[in-house]
């Protein structure tokens, strides 16, 4: 089975897992990951969520008030949540298809609000 790619097609966003293609609810496309740096100062990121963006906020909204609500306010503040409809298809593919790449992703983004 091929591994799951975003696409566009007449101007809307799918989703293609295997023979299944969804299609994303105004072109709105969400990710959800941790991101910390370990005590070396190394950047770390776990993608664990993707898709159309209302499923993955209201997954992203639990389970950061299940970590406050266990005390767990560290694990709270790595999760982060990101939505677009102007998706890079290449960049989104690479952050659901490559180890840590949603880490280096994010980084980018910091760089680009910092001005670097």
């Given at each position: 089975m091929n591994p799951p790619e975003y696409f566009e097609e007449y101007g809307q966003v799918y989703l293609r897992h295997g023979s299944e293609v969804i299609g994303m609810h105004d072109n709105l496309v969400s990710v959800c990951f941790s991101y910390w740096r370990d005590e070396d100062g190394k950047a770390c990121a776990v993608l664990h969520k993707h898709g159309q963006s209302e499923w993955v906020q209201k997954w992203y909204n639990d389970t950061v008030a299940t970590y406050r609500n266990a005390g767990y306010?560290?694990?709270?503040?790595?999760?982060?949540?990101?939505?677009?409809r102007e998706w890079d298809l290449e960049e989104l593919n690479k952050i659901i298809s490559i180890c840590d790449?949603?880490?280096r992703y994010y980084e980018s983004l910091l760089d680009e609000a910092d001005g670097e």
């Open positions: 306010d560290d694990m709270a503040e790595e999760l982060h949540h990101i939505s677009s790449y949603v880490g």
